[in-house]
């Protein structure tokens, strides 16, 4: 069954202590046998356009199974965090804005925050949102504000990461656009969330490469029918980030 990893990264992150080289990202997807990434910059990455520039020679040179998620510091002065996020939509083709609560250190309710949601907005993308790790600031809670009056997709990676994943839950009951990236939440919650919203609108992401081949076995060990798994392994990321 084709299956797609909904959150990973590329890259170098002076935030959490990684770098991930292409081979290196491509072994550990290999060795899972996931046949493709959704993929982003840390948000600690050295140099932010570089690293989507890595990630766009990535889509050019493997159609269909790799895509980029555009992931800016909000903090960053408007006219620069405005003319990255557009080239990487509008000239790279990548499929989401990123608004990575922990590390770029930003409040969804914010006015960088909000800046974030009005690009994605603008530029007609999918958001994603870090939950999870990173409290106050990563509350699942703190998207429901804008959610229902976005017109797109928002994806919460990490569903909460189950400390809040409850919260996630709940959260994604209350606004039909928005889907679980389920990285880090445990093999029941995975279950709780598909039994609550649906599998239409819960997937299967990583986060590490480490992780890889933990998390896709979680979603292979709570008893999904097969138009289940379908959804959490690809359909349902192929709609939240619309992707080809």
Not at 37 to 53: E, N, R, S, W, Y
Request: net charge negative; glycine share 6%; with cysteine.
């Amino acid at each position: 069954m084709f299956t797609i990893d909904s959150h990973l990264h590329l890259g170098d992150c002076r935030t959490f202590g990684y770098d991930w080289a292409e081979k290196t990202v491509f072994d550990a997807l290999n060795a899972a046998g996931v046949d493709g990434a959704i993929l982003q910059p840390f948000p600690g990455c050295t140099d932010v356009k570089d690293t989507h520039d890595r990630i766009f020679e990535l889509q050019k040179n493997h159609p269909g199974k790799i895509f980029g998620v555009c992931s800016v510091n909000p903090h960053l002065p408007d006219e620069e965090y405005e003319a990255e996020t557009t080239r990487c939509i509008r000239e790279l083709g990548f499929k989401a804005l990123k608004l990575h609560t922990i590390g770029h250190a930003v409040n969804p309710m914010s006015a960088d925050g909000q800046k974030v949601v009005e690009m994605a907005k603008t530029l007609g993308v999918a958001l994603n949102v870090h939950t999870g790790t990173g409290i106050p600031f990563s509350l699942p809670s703190l998207v429901l504000p804008f959610a229902k009056k976005f017109p797109h997709p928002i994806i919460l990676a990490h569903a909460g990461a189950t400390l809040l994943t409850q919260e996630a839950i709940i959260i994604a009951q209350q606004s039909e656009n928005i889907y679980l990236e389920m990285s880090w939440c445990a093999p029941n919650q995975i279950a709780m969330a598909v039994n609550a919203i649906g599998s239409e609108r819960v997937m299967f992401g990583s986060d590490s490469l480490a992780n890889l081949k933990n998390e896709l076995e979680k979603f292979y060990t709570i008893g999904l029918s097969d138009k289940q798994m379908e959804d959490v392994l690809y359909k349902t990321a192929e709609t939240a980030f619309s992707l080809k």
